[in-house]
């Protein structure tokens, strides 16, 4: 398998063709327009559509239009056009349509900057949209990851019928790394739910409006049993060098390589540091969390937000062991320097009383 050079936002494209997309509509912007410009070259040629929306509102409205179709489609945008396609995305879950999200993530609030960041954590992870629903998202932190993840999305959002979000920062989205890819494309079947405008279809119905209340509530505890059948079956993370760790260190996205640098020169200075990076955001890997927790003495979450990682890091231990925190913002990404600094920090104060305190600080 002939490896190729590209963007992870490149990567993304080829990786949903492969996997049988073949509509994209979406609008450019800063740093998730490759995804637009790759999708307008390559979808055509492999028998699909593009389509430049007039905005974000649009697109994700044609995409509901071509999932509710049987077709597999997809869009892609960034923290402020995510915003504004908040309510489809809601729409699209209340009425089951599986589809594919890549969120590129830059700096915020508001305009904020193109520099990459990680605040749209919650307004992703946690639903940005009314009601009650949830969005699987998943969290590559590699070009590689970027392809496996997208191919992974689309068996999701059919398996779940529901949509399905990339979560990268914008560090992830514009690096070149090599890629494989399967050297054979899936061929996507038309659901039999789908409504196709023939007379197989003529009784299938694509809705998310219940105006009686018990039927509401009904579909909404069925919404429920998918989500929570997604928590025990689809959790996924990386463990890196904590069977022995007494500091557990969590990130995601661009931060789960810098952490990687941490652990080998932490444990060449004789401190204990492992990771873990979730990969599903939702589902959340709760019970690797709590696995760790039997041994780690404390874990420390580093992202590029104002904590939004870390407030499930806290739900996710339920006090178990102690979580601290760094953070850095605004488009500026942790070095492993200033991490490494806060770890022989966090070392020194978790040593035990006993330690003589020589040994306490060796390595501080």
Request: charged share 20%.
């Amino acid at each position: 398998m002939r490896k190729q050079l590209m963007k992870g936002n490149e990567a993304i494209v080829k990786s949903a063709i492969l996997s049988g997309c073949r509509a994209f509509y979406g609008y450019p912007i800063t740093p998730a327009s490759e995804i637009a410009e790759t999708a307008a070259l390559y979808m055509p040629k492999t028998g699909g559509i593009y389509v430049q929306a007039e905005s974000e509102v649009a697109a994700i409205n044609m995409l509901y239009g071509a999932a509710a179709a049987g077709v597999r489609a997809m869009t892609a945008s960034s923290g402020p056009g995510i915003s504004l396609m908040q309510e489809g995305v809601s729409y699209m879950a209340g009425a089951e349509l599986p589809c594919v999200i890549a969120d590129i993530t830059r700096g915020g609030p508001g305009l904020g900057s193109i520099n990459c960041e990680q605040g749209d954590y919650n307004q992703v992870v946690k639903g940005g949209g009314h009601g009650n629903y949830r969005t699987l998202v998943l969290a590559p932190y590699s070009v590689q990851e970027m392809a496996d993840l997208t191919a992974l999305a689309f068996t999701l959002a059919e398996r779940y019928r529901n949509p399905v979000f990339l979560l990268a920062d914008g560090f992830v989205g514009q690096m070149m790394e090599p890629v494989e890819f399967p050297e054979k494309a899936i061929e996507a079947e038309t659901p039999r739910w789908a409504v196709t405008g023939t007379a197989a279809t003529r009784s299938n119905l694509v809705t998310s409006l219940y105006l009686d209340a018990d039927k509401l509530e009904a579909h909404a505890r069925h919404l429920e049993a998918k989500y929570e059948m997604a928590s025990r079956l689809e959790t996924r993370s990386e463990l890196w060098q904590t069977d022995d760790a007494d500091i557990v260190l969590v990130g995601y996205g661009i931060t789960g390589r810098i952490l990687k640098a941490v652990c080998t020169e932490a444990r060449a200075a004789g401190i204990k540091v492992g990771m873990l990076r979730p990969i599903t955001l939702f589902p959340f890997p709760n019970d690797d969390f709590q696995r760790l927790a039997k041994r780690a003495r404390a874990f420390a979450v580093v992202e590029m937000s104002n904590g939004q990682l870390l407030d499930d890091v806290r739900l996710a231990l339920n006090g178990a062991r102690p979580v601290e925190f760094f953070n850095r913002m605004g488009g500026n990404v942790p070095t492993h320097e200033e991490v490494l600094h806060f770890v022989r920090a966090l070392a020194a104060q978790i040593a035990p009383a006993s330690q003589p305190a020589e040994e306490r600080l060796a390595h501080v």
